[in-house]
């Protein structure tokens, strides 16, 4: 994102001129969208239709449009909006046009665009492409029975396709409230979608559909479409979920060509595989691991996350299952994308995560831990500079043993934590050191508090505080002195020190947090 976004001046017939110069700098004509309505948290499927979306366009050297389609005002939120764009950035997934960027076409909300809606509408009930429906959702539902009863596929019977003058006036005078209802021509639909191959939909199952509710509220069967041809969309990459409107959309194309809306063109569809949770069930918005702020708080790298949204219904070949998105976008084809279902495996995603949080470089890492330990309390909101460098020199030994990064705040945290009496650079502004009373449970009993004084003993004694010199002094105490098992006689140190049965090596994590810290943890416990 680099420009503000442009005035709001949306015209209903955009000249030749204004579209040539909308291509200039194009390296092809390919354009695709990303267009989610904002009713919540973003969700994984979300992120891979428009990781899909994104790396088409890059591949092609296309236009990347994001567009908000926000015309449902009972649902719609201005938060959800914000996180959106949020979302977007966090992934590293920039676009060429739309909100906060502008662009030719614009506004990139639909909210904003309502009066060129109505007219669209208008247009095609002069046209005669759409006419007002009367009926009511009585009346609906009652055709819907008679429908079924007959044995035919349920779908609006034409009951107000031609009605004269004279009955539109009687129900208007009545009091009835028409909605503008889409004509469809009455044939099938065939097309050859990027992912399916070519699909045939019969006339009967694609009855008339209503574009404007009787409230004068346009519908997604309308705002869609109209945007799309406004926008000169070529390829509408979208879930399979939405199959079923693509005759429908289809036969809208035609008829705004007809009306001049847009530059004539019906985009190319390509319908992604459904994401499969639980149960071989599809993901729901409901499910845990649906939610994209959910991996976001639990610490997974947008590299991680993306790479393994990339692997649902798509491959880079050679069976590769680690690579980058630039990579991706390098060889990405949408004829590629596999139609069978695709099923979110958590413990793929979460083993990736943590490849790509093995790839990342130590000062890269250290500045990711550091806004986790913040948001945990672990460090205050401007850590000093003797944090930061601590935390600098502790990322290799957690950097191997990490999934996520939330894993990393639980080892790290002990380093920065005060302890009674004990006041520095390292501890400024960090809560109050803390043990796992489970762990203390687990591993401290009167055995333990033998080894505990041994290794108080050698670590004071201790000439050189590295560790190497610290290992040295302890294995020499406690398993050579006391005969004790590594096992037994480094975890109940482990413990006194960091709090945890798991930290970051034991011989490091006494090394960085120094002489002073360490004995008085080891003295905080024996006594």
Partial sequence: MQAPEQPADLQVCRTGTARAAANLGRMSDVRVRFCPSPTGNPHVGMVRTALFNWA???????????????????????QSYQQLLDALSWL????????????????????????????VAQRLLDGG????????????????????????????????????????AERLAEGRQPAVRFRM????FTWDDLVRGPLTFAAEHVPDYVLVRASG???????????????????????????????????????????????????????????MGEGNKKLSKRDPESSLQWYRDEGFVPEGLLNYLSLLGWSIGDDRDFFSMAEMAEVFDVADVNA??????????????AAWIRELATDDLASR???????????????????????????????????????????LAFLFAT??????????????????????????????????????????????????????????????????????????????????????PLFESLELLGRERALARLDDLLN
């Avoid at 429906?133 to 031609?162: I, M, V």
Wanted: glycine share 8%; proline share 6%.
């Fill in 419 to 504: 302890d009674a009496g004990i006041y520095d650079e390292v501890t400024v502004g960090t809560p109050a050191f803390e043990r796992d009373a489970a762990d203390v449970a687990s591993v401290i009993n009167d055995d333990a508090r033998a080894a505990l004084q041994a290794a108080r003993d050698a670590l004071a004694a201790a000439g050189e505080w590295t560790h190497e010199a610290l290992e040295a002094a302890l294995r020499n105490a406690l398993v050579e002195g006391l005969g004790l098992k590594p096992k037994l006689a480094f975890g109940p140190i482990r413990v006194a020190v960091s709090g945890r049965r798991v930290s970051p």
């Fill in 185 to 188: 021509p009455g044939t099938d």
């Fill in 369 to 411: 831990l550091e806004r986790y330990l913040i948001a945990d309390g672990a460090l205050p909101e401007k850590p000093t500079h003797a944090q930061q460098a601590l935390l600098r020199r502790a990322v290799p030994y957690v950097q191997e043993r990490m999934e996520t990064l939330r894993q990393g705040v639980h080892m």
């Fill in 129 to 168: 492409f759409a006419y007002h429906c009367f009926c009511t959702p009585e009346e609906l539902e009652e055709q819907r029975e008679q429908q079924k009863a007959a044995g035919r596929t349920p779908g609006y019977s034409g009951r107000c396709r031609d009605l004269s003058a004279v009955q539109r």
């Fill in 217 to 275: 509220e346009p519908l997604y069967t309308l705002t869609n479409p109209c945007d799309d041809a406004d926008m000169e969309i070529t390829h509408v990459l979208r879930g399979e979920d939405l199959l079923s409107s693509t005759p429908r959309q289809i036969a809208l194309y035609d008829a705004l060509a007809k009306i001049g809306v847009g530059n004539g063109t019906t985009p190319r569809f390509g319908h992604l595989p459904y994401v």
């Fill in 340 to 353: 069978n279902p695709a099923r979110f495996d958590l413990k793929k995603c979460t083993a990736i995560n």
């Fill in 92 to 119: 590293g997934m920039s676009w060429d046009e739309g909100p906060e960027v502008g662009g030719p076409h614009a506004p990139y909300r639909q909210s904003q665009r309502m009066d060129f809606y109505k007219d």
């Fill in 56 to 78: 088409y366009a890059k591949h092609t050297g296309g236009t990347f449009v994001f567009r908000i389609e926000d015309t449902d005002s009972a649902r719609d939120s201005e």
